[in-house]
C-alpha cells in the first residue's frame, strides 16, 4: 500500500486560510463597516390574483430583478431608506408603490398590474423566454446561493426554451449553446465536449455523480449547466475535466396539473413520441408528481446502424411540513442498436486531412445484426431542512447505474490511403455503478460587519466497474475493392475461440469541504474554499492491489462590482485533480495512473445592462497541467499496425480567451452568441509531442443563434430561429500531422406557438457539411442534412 500527499499551489493555500483566518479577526471588529442593507420580496399578480411569472420588479431609478414562474420576486441588498417600487410586463405596469424599508428589514410587497391581459400570457409562452436565460442564479454551480455577478467563476445556462425551440434532443445537441464547447462522443456514444483545451466526457446530473452508458434524452431536462474551468473543489477529482463539467437540471414537479404530449418524425426513418404529465396528488399539494417519457426509433445516416431509445423518468416532491422537503426523481434509459464505429490513423499516410481520404462518406463497415443493449439508471433523494432563518440541512443521496450488455465496439483504423484494418473491442457485459451520498450545511451570518455565505460539506462515494472485455483483430480491406460487412456471425465465432478476460475495479472516496463568500464591503467580495479528499482504490488487473490517495485542492476569488449587479470584474484560482481510472489497452494490459493536477488563473468582466436586455461575459484564463496524458503509438502481436495507448508523464499549458453575449434587444428578437480562442501545447513529455497540440482540442470555436417571434396580429406566435455553430480543425494523432477539417454546422427553425399546441419544423445542417468530431483518440462521421417535424399539444 502506498500513500501519499498531493498539494499544489501550496502558497495558494495558504492565502485561503488567511482569507477564512481573517473572517475571525472582523468578529473582533477590525474588519470594514458594511451597511446592513434590507429584502423586499412579494409576488407580482392581476387584480383577480393570478400571479404573472417572469414580470420585471425594480426601485424606480435602481436595482431590479425578475419574477419566477409562480409570480415571486425577492430584491435583496436594498440600502434602508423610502423606494419606490414598481413591476412592469412589456406595456403593462404597476403605479409606483413607495415603501419604506428598515435596516436589516425584509419586507413583503405584493404588486398588482392593472392591466395585464390573458393575452400576455400568450406573449410569454411565445416571445419572452430569454429574458429567463440571462438569469444564471444556480443552486449547483457554489452549491450555496449565489448570483452569477457573486460569483468568480464563468459559467454558462441553456434553458429549457431554447432547447424546445432548436428542436434539440440529445444532450450533446445543446452543446451548440457554450461558448468554446466543441461537441464529442465518447465509448459508445456518451454525451461529451471539448472546452479550454480539455475533453470534459463526465456529466452530473442536479448536481450528483451518474454512471451512463447511453447519451442523455432532453426530454428528461429543463436546464443544462457547463461550469467552465477546474472544478474538482466543490465536484471532487473523480469525474471532473480541468476544462469544465456539464450538470443537467432535470425537471421536477409543479404545483398545477398540467403536460405536454409530442410527435416528431424526419430524416432516416426518424418517429419520436414523448409525454410530459404533472399532477398534485392531495388537495393541499403537498404531493406532487411529474413524469416524463420518450420512444425514439431511428437508422443511422449511414447504409448500416440503427437505435431505439426508451426513456422513463419519475419524479416526486413530498412537503410535509414548511420546513422539510423531500424530493425523489429518476430516470432510466435503454438503447438498443448498434455503435458508430471509432476511427483513427495508425499508418504513414499520404493525405494529411481526413476529409480526402476515398471512403464514401455514408459507408458502414458493420451491419444491423450486431446490435446490442445500453442503458443508464439515475435515483436521486433530497431532503431539504430549514433549521432557522439563516441556515438550511441538504442531504442528498445517489445511486446510478450504467451496462454494456454485449456491446460490439469497432475501431477502423487507416493504415494507408486505401487500406483500413478492422478490429472489434467487445464488452460481455460490462457494468458501472456510483453511489453517492452529500450532507451540506449552509448559512448565511455575519461575523464583525461583514456577511458571510457558508458552505460546509460531507461527500461519501463509492464507484465500480466490473468488466468482461476483450480486443479483437479482425482483418485489412482495400476501400478501391468491394468490401465485406462484418456480421455477429463470424465475430460470435472469434469470440468463442477467445480467452475473455474479467475485472473488477472499485474505489471509495471520503471528502470534506468548506467554501465561504465574505462580503467585505457592498461591491467587493471574497471566496474561498477548500477540498480534502482520501481516495481508497482497490485494482485487479494482474491480482489484488490496493492503494490510497490524499490530495487538497484550494479555491480562491475575487469579485467587484464597480456598478452593483450590472457590472463585476472578477478574478479566480482554480484547482482541479483527477484520480484516474485503469485503462484497458488494445494488447490487454491496462494503465496504472497518478492522478492529474491542474492550477488555474482567471481574470475577466460579467455585465448586465438595459433591465436585463443585455446579458455578456468575457475572460482570460491560464490553466498548468502536471502529469498529462498523451497519445502513444506501439505494435500489439496480431494487430495490422500499432495501435493507440494513453501514456502519462506529460505538462502542459491551456490558455485562451472566451466570451459570451446575450441580448433581447427589443420584444421578440433575441440573441444567443459565443467565442473562444484556446491556445495549447505539450511542454514536457514524449519528443514527439513538445510542443504539439492536444487531439481534438480545437483553437478556435464560436456560436451563433438568433430567433424572432411574431408578437401580435395575425400571425402571433410565428417565429423562425437560424444560427449554428463553427469549429476549427483539430489533430487526430500526438504528432499534429493529420487532421479533421474545420466545419461550421448551420440549423434553421420554424415553429408557431400558442397556448394548446406548438408546431415546429428543424433543418439541420444546412450546408450538407461532411464533417467528424473528436473525443481525443478516436474520430466519428455526423448526419448531413436532414430534418425533424413535430408537433406539441399542451393541457
Request: glycine share 8%; hydrophobic share 35%; aromatic share 12%.
Amino acid at each position: 500500500m502506498k500513500s501519499f500527499l498531493t498539494l499544489h499551489g501550496s502558497t495558494l493555500v495558504k492565502s485561503c486560510l488567511c482569507v477564512l483566518a481573517l473572517h475571525f479577526c472582523t468578529a473582533w471588529g477590525y474588519g470594514y463597516p458594511l451597511q446592513d442593507t434590507g429584502q423586499i420580496k412579494g409576488t407580482v399578480s392581476t387584480p383577480g390574483g393570478a400571479v404573472i411569472p417572469f414580470a420585471t420588479v425594480g426601485i424606480v431609478g435602481g436595482k431590479q430583478t425578475q419574477a419566477d414562474e409562480n409570480g415571486r420576486y425577492v430584491l435583496s441588498g436594498i440600502r434602508p431608506g423610502t423606494h419606490r417600487l414598481r413591476a412592469s410586463y412589456f406595456n403593462s405596469n404597476s403605479d409606483p408603490k413607495e415603501i419604506v424599508l428598515k435596516e436589516g428589514e425584509v419586507l413583503e410587497v405584493n404588486l398588482v398590474l392593472e392591466e395585464y391581459t390573458q393575452a400576455l400570457n400568450e406573449v410569454l409562452l411565445v416571445g419572452d423566454k430569454y429574458r429567463k436565460l440571462s438569469k444564471k442564479a444556480s443552486e449547483y454551480v457554489a452549491r450555496m446561493p449565489l448570483e452569477y455577478m457573486e460569483n468568480p467563476q464563468v459559467y454558462n445556462v441553456v434553458d429549457k426554451e431554447l432547447i424546445q425551440e432548436q428542436v434539440a434532443l440529445t444532450l450533446e445537441e445543446a452543446f451548440i449553446n457554450i461558448p468554446g464547447a466543441a461537441p464529442a462522443k465518447t465509448g459508445a456514444g456518451m454525451p461529451a465536449f471539448f472546452s479550454r483545451g480539455f475533453l470534459a466526457n463526465y456529466n452530473f446530473r442536479d448536481g450528483m455523480v451518474t454512471s451512463l452508458a447511453t447519451t442523455v434524452d432532453l426530454a428528461i431536462v429543463d436546464r443544462v449547466e457547463t461550469i467552465k474551468g477546474p472544478s474538482s473543489t466543490l465536484f471532487g477529482g473523480t469525474l471532473t475535466s480541468f476544462g469544465g463539467i456539464v450538470n443537467y437540471v432535470t425537471k421536477k414537479p409543479y404545483e398545477e396539473f398540467g403536460g405536454e404530449v409530442s410527435f416528431q418524425l424526419g430524416s432516416w426513418d426518424l418517429g419520436r413520441l414523448t409525454a410530459d404529465i404533472n399532477t398534485p396528488l392531495n388537495e393541499d399539494k403537498s404531493v406532487l408528481f411529474r413524469l416524463n417519457t420518450a420512444v425514439q426509433k431511428e437508422n443511422f445516416f449511414q447504409n448500416q446502424g440503427y437505435a431505439n431509445t426508451y426513456v422513463f423518468a419519475p419524479s416526486f416532491i413530498y412537503k410535509p411540513s414548511d420546513r422539510l422537503t423531500f424530493t425523489l426523481g429518476a430516470d432510466f434509459q435503454l438503447i438498443k442498436g448498434t455503435a458508430y464505429a471509432g476511427w483513427n490513423v495508425t499508418g504513414d499516410l499520404q493525405t494529411k486531412n481526413i476529409k480526402n481520404l476515398k471512403l464514401d462518406y455514408d459507408q458502414s463497415l458493420i451491419n444491423n445484426s450486431l446490435a446490442s443493449n445500453r442503458s443508464s439508471g439515475n435515483i436521486l433523494l433530497q431532503a431539504d431542512y430549514k433549521i432557522s432563518e439563516n441556515w438550511t440541512s441538504q442531504t442528498k443521496l445517489a445511486w446510478s447505474n450504467g451496462a454494456y450488455n454485449d456491446l460490439y465496439n469497432f475501431i477502423n483504423s487507416w493504415t494507408s490511403d486505401n487500406t483500413v484494418s478492422r478490429a472489434i473491442g467487445v464488452y460481455v457485459p460490462d457494468k458501472t455503478g456510483r453511489t453517492q451520498l452529500q450532507q451540506n450545511f449552509i448559512g448565511d451570518f455575519k461575523l464583525g460587519r461583514m456577511k458571510n455565505r457558508l458552505l460546509l460539506g460531507l461527500d461519501y462515494m463509492n464507484d465500480y466497474r466490473d468488466i468482461r472485455y476483450k480486443w479483437i483483430p479482425l482483418d485489412v480491406v482495400d476501400i478501391n475493392s468491394p468490401i465485406n460487412e462484418i456480421g455477429k456471425q463470424s465475430v460470435d465465432t472469434l469470440i468463442s475461440q477467445q480467452a475473455i478476460s474479467s475485472v473488477r475495479i472499485e474505489q471509495n472516496t471520503y471528502s470534506l469541504y468548506v467554501s465561504d463568500m465574505l462580503d467585505i464591503t457592498d461591491q467587493l467580495m471574497v471566496m474561498a474554499s477548500l477540498r480534502a479528499d482520501k481516495f481508497v482504490k482497490k485494482s485487479a488487473w494482474s491480482g489484488p492491489d490496493e492503494f490510497d490517495q490524499l490530495a487538497f485542492s484550494p479555491k480562491f476569488g475575487v469579485v467587484f462590482q464597480p456598478v452593483k449587479e450590472q457590472v463585476s470584474v472578477f478574478v479566480n484560482y482554480m484547482n482541479g485533480f483527477k484520480n484516474l481510472d485503469n485503462v484497458i489497452y488494445p494488447d490487454g494490459t491496462s494503465s496504472d495512473f497518478e492522478p492529474q493536477q491542474a492550477n488555474q488563473w482567471e481574470g475577466g468582466i460579467k455585465v448586465k445592462l438595459f433591465g436585463d436586455k443585455l446579458s455578456a461575459t468575457a475572460s482570460y484564463y491560464d490553466i498548468r497541467v502536471s502529469d498529462a496524458l498523451y497519445t502513444e503509438m506501439r505494435e500489439v502481436d496480431g494487430a495490422n499496425g500499432p495501435q493507440a495507448f494513453r501514456v502519462q508523464g506529460g505538462k502542459q499549458q491551456s490558455k485562451g480567451v472566451e466570451a459570451e453575449v446575450i441580448a433581447n434587444p427589443f420584444p421578440g428578437l433575441h440573441l444567443v452568441a459565443g467565442y473562444s480562442y484556446n491556445d495549447n501545447e505539450y511542454t514536457e513529455g514524449d519528443a514527439a509531442i513538445l510542443g504539439k497540440r492536444t487531439t481534438g482540442a480545437p483553437e478556435q470555436v464560436g456560436n451563433l443563434w438568433a430567433s424572432y417571434t411574431v408578437l401580435q396580429g395575425a400571425l402571433e406566435g410565428f417565429g423562425i430561429g437560424a444560427g449554428g455553430q463553427m469549429v476549427s480543425e483539430v489533430y487526430v494523432d500526438g504528432a499534429n500531422e493529420y487532421t479533421l477539417p474545420s466545419y461550421t454546422k448551420l440549423n434553421t427553425t420554424l415553429f408557431y406557438n400558442r397556448s394548446k399546441y406548438r408546431i415546429s419544423l428543424k433543418l439541420d445542417n444546412l450546408l450538407d457539411e461532411e464533417y467528424w468530431i473528436s473525443d481525443g483518440v478516436y474520430f466519428r462521421p455526423q448526419k448531413p442534412l436532414n430534418f425533424i417535424a413535430g408537433i406539441s399539444f399542451k393541457f
